[in-house]
C-alpha cells in the first residue's frame, strides 16, 4: 500500500503511509473499521474465518467487511494484530482530538503521543528545508549535508 487520504475536520486532506502491515487492515476494513479494530485486537492473536455470524469481524462491521478480511488475509490466524499507534495517533489528531484524549483513548502517555506528532513533523519539515536548500544553492548542499567540505 503507497498511501492513505483522508480529510480531516478542516477539511484539509492529510496523507499517511502505512506500513504493508498496516495496510493490509485498511485495504480489508477501511479507515474508519480498522481504527476500531486496532483499538479493540491490537496486540493479541486474531483468527479469521469465514464471514459466518459468530466471527467478530462479522459481528463488528458486518458480512461485506468480514468477506473482505477474509479476501486480504485467507482462512486461520492472523498473528498478532499490530498496536498500530503510529498510524493512529495522526489520525485522530487530524480529527481533533487533543493529544491528552488521543493518549486515553490509546492508553499511552501525552509524551509519547507528542513524540509520535513533533517526529513526524520534525521529518517532514528536514525535508521541506533539503529540498528549499537544493532549488537555492545547488546540488552541492546534499554533499555538505552528509559531511563532507562544499567546494
Request: a positive charge; hydrophobic letters at 35%; glycine letters at 10%.
Amino acid at each position: 500500500m503507497t498511501k492513505i487520504t483522508w480529510t480531516d475536520r478542516d477539511g484539509k486532506e492529510r496523507t499517511y503511509r502505512p506500513s504493508e502491515e498496516i495496510g493490509r487492515y485498511i485495504r480489508a476494513l477501511g479507515i474508519d473499521n480498522a481504527a476500531e479494530f486496532f483499538l479493540k485486537y491490537g496486540g493479541g492473536p486474531f483468527y479469521v474465518s469465514r464471514g459466518t455470524p459468530s466471527n467478530a469481524v462479522y459481528k463488528m462491521f458486518g458480512p461485506e467487511t468480514a468477506s473482505n478480511m477474509f479476501r486480504e488475509f485467507g482462512n486461520g490466524q492472523v498473528g498478532r494484530v499490530p498496536l498500530a499507534n503510529e498510524f493512529l495517533i495522526p489520525l485522530y489528531a487530524s480529527r481533533g482530538l487533543s493529544i491528552v484524549e488521543i493518549g486515553r483513548r490509546l492508553r499511552v502517555a501525552d509524551e509519547t503521543v507528542r513524540h509520535h506528532l513533533w517526529s513526524k513533523e520534525k521529518k517532514f519539515d528536514r525535508r521541506l528545508k533539503v529540498a528549499r536548500r537544493m532549488k537555492e544553492y545547488g546540488t552541492w548542499f546534499i554533499e555538505a549535508a552528509d559531511g563532507e567540505r562544499a567546494a
